[in-house]
């Protein structure tokens, strides 16, 4: 049984940092690309960022770029978002996912694999 599991989510100021991680458990992901996601009540989920199979390469959606960072431990079957400089705005729910096509998605459809997802809230 595939099971993925978000941690580090929780309640912070705006400005400071959280690292949230996903662990996997029952597939191996170290040829699979990573992605996060995140989702508001009301809202589609949205593409936060995601990092290919290696960890060399990550993609990131405009809002979170220069302050998020996806990086992987395959060893490890671990993957973390580093969140610096939180916003308002980035308060929601955080999914972790595997994609097992070729290359990299930033579509939500595209992914095989979800974790149940952390709550980040974010207050000014």
């Known amino acids: 049984q595939v099971q993925m599991v978000e941690s580090g989510g929780g309640l912070v100021h705006a400005g400071d940092s959280l690292k949230l991680s996903c662990l996997s458990s029952?597939?191996?992901?170290?040829?699979?690309?990573m992605g996060w996601f995140r989702q508001t009540p009301g809202k589609d989920r949205e593409f936060v960022g995601c990092?290919?199979?290696?960890?060399?390469?990550?993609f990131y959606a405009d809002s979170v770029k220069g302050r998020f960072t996806i990086s992987r431990d395959n060893a490890k079957n671990t993957v973390y978002l580093q969140m610096n400089s939180l916003k308002d705005e980035d308060t929601g729910i955080y999914y972790c996912?595997?994609?097992?096509?070729?290359?990299?998605?930033?579509?939500?459809?595209?992914?095989?694999?979800w974790g149940q997802g952390a709550q980040v809230t974010v207050s000014s």
């Open positions: 996912a595997a994609f097992e096509g070729w290359g990299t998605s930033r579509k939500a459809e595209d992914y095989d694999y």
């Open positions: 990092i290919d199979w290696s960890g060399n390469h990550g």
């Open positions: 029952g597939r191996t992901f170290s040829r699979s690309a």
